[in-house]
């Protein structure tokens, strides 16, 4: 779809459209071929170039143009400054692979681009495909959103991230993005239509990966039976909100990981059918390490069994510490010295105990089975194991225990958020 300077939709050869990108990043091609003005987004000329192509037929007011270019700077003459940042933009398209002209016209106060071609720019199909959608029936609302939504592919012009009109006319195509999706997910979910969904959400999860997408993923997965990549991406979900919010998923995550257990129980007839799905598909060695939320459940379980039984149950925590800060921001060496706890953990302990991480320095670890007298025995392990993978004088680990008997919640030394 490519929008001309009359505003009207024409019919075309595909090879002489200007197509413009953006939707996470700024991109320019002619007849198939990438080209760029200017070797700095941020330039004036170039910011300008982007102004203009995003505001259309309609063209930018002068006055706007001198608030969104030059803001607040000091120079008196800024009308000139404007002159001479017009005049240069038209030598560097003139030296470009687009067709010869003015490029800029100047109409009662108000400037245009103007380039002797059809021009694509996809904020502004966007904007459109959703006016076109408002009013349409579901089959075609839905086709156009669908298309709409396949545009968007990121923030709106992010090196621009610190211009006010780029960051307002961003979050504007952002909450665009997002309540049309959250349509889209609810149309094609009532549909049926499972696969493209999941596609759909995937683009979106990358663009946005904290805004709950994987949900959606998930939902598509359940109901294409495809249980064990519904499990799969639970866990990387997890595993991504610890390496960078260091922080456990939302509560709709968490609410959407006992629905995925319930319904991840397929009816069979065959008890032994059921136990080789339950068991592990590979045996490993060393202490088992699971999700954060498996482990509130084995917790949990353990508190039951440890009343009746009267087994000895020790939850340790381990914390990794720098004297100098650096491991705890999500650089690559805190998550370096993270998996290497995690590696000395599984290597010490026992098959029987179970671990999870439970932020970026932290872990938590179910002894299992042992008494009181040997928890420091097995931290001098696991800090032995540490101190051999990890040899850095300003890195350690501090432990802490506590039986997982049952007391009152204010006396606990240990408490689950």
């Not at 038209?90 to 010869?100: D, N, T, V, Y």
């Not at 199909?125 to 579901?138: I, P, R």
């Amino acid at each position: 779809m490519t929008i001309s300077s009359n505003g009207i939709i024409p019919k075309m050869d595909e090879g002489d459209v200007l197509k413009v990108r953006m939707f996470g990043g700024f991109q320019m091609s002619y007849r198939g071929e990438k080209f760029q003005i200017g070797k700095k987004q941020t330039a004036k000329a170039v910011r300008l170039f982007q102004m203009l192509l995003h505001a259309g037929p309609a063209g930018i007011a002068r006055e706007q143009l001198l608030e969104d270019l030059f803001g607040h700077e000091a120079e008196t003459d800024l009308a000139n400054n404007l002159n001479v940042t017009v005049h240069y933009l038209r030598k560097q398209l003139k030296a470009s692979r687009l067709p010869e002209g003015e490029y800029i016209l100047i109409k009662g106060g108000r400037y245009h681009f103007d380039a002797h071609c059809p021009v694509e720019v996809d904020a502004l199909v966007f904007a459109s495909l959703l006016e076109q959608a408002k009013g349409k029936k579901e089959d075609e609302r839905l086709r156009l959103l669908k298309e709409a939504c396949r545009l968007y592919r990121g923030h709106f012009l992010p090196a621009l991230t610190g211009e006010e009109w780029a960051t307002v006319t961003g979050a504007h195509y952002q909450y665009l993005y997002t309540d049309h999706m959250e349509e889209v997910c609810r149309l094609m979910t009532a549909r049926g239509e499972y696969q493209e969904l999941f596609d759909l959400c995937g683009r979106a999860a990358a663009v946005y990966p904290f805004d709950e997408w994987q949900i959606w993923q998930m939902e598509c997965l359940l109901a294409m039976k495809r249980f064990k990549q519904a499990r799969e991406l639970y866990d990387q979900t997890e595993a991504l909100y610890l390496d960078e919010l260091d922080a456990a998923p939302m509560e709709r995550m968490t609410e959407f990981f006992h629905k995925m257990s319930q319904e991840m129980r397929m009816e069979v007839d065959d008890l032994k059918e059921i136990q080789i799905d339950l068991q592990e598909k590979e045996r490993e060695d060393g202490a088992y390490y699971c999700s954060y939320l498996s482990f509130v459940d084995t917790y949990r379980t353990m508190c039951r069994v440890m009343e009746r039984s009267g087994q000895s149950i020790y939850l340790l925590l381990c914390v990794i510490s720098d004297e100098r800060e650096r491991i705890s921001d999500g650089t690559v060496q805190g998550r370096e010295v993270s998996e290497q706890l995690a590696a000395s953990i599984r290597e010490v302990l026992r098959r029987g105990d179970v671990f999870t991480r439970y932020n970026k320095r932290q872990f938590l670890v179910l002894l299992i089975g042992i008494r009181k007298e040997e928890c420091p025995i097995i931290i001098n392990r696991i800090d032995a194991s540490f101190r051999r993978r990890v040899n850095s004088r300003r890195i350690h680990v501090t432990y802490r225990t506590a039986s997982i008997a049952y007391v009152p919640e204010e006396r606990r030394e240990i408490a689950f958020t």
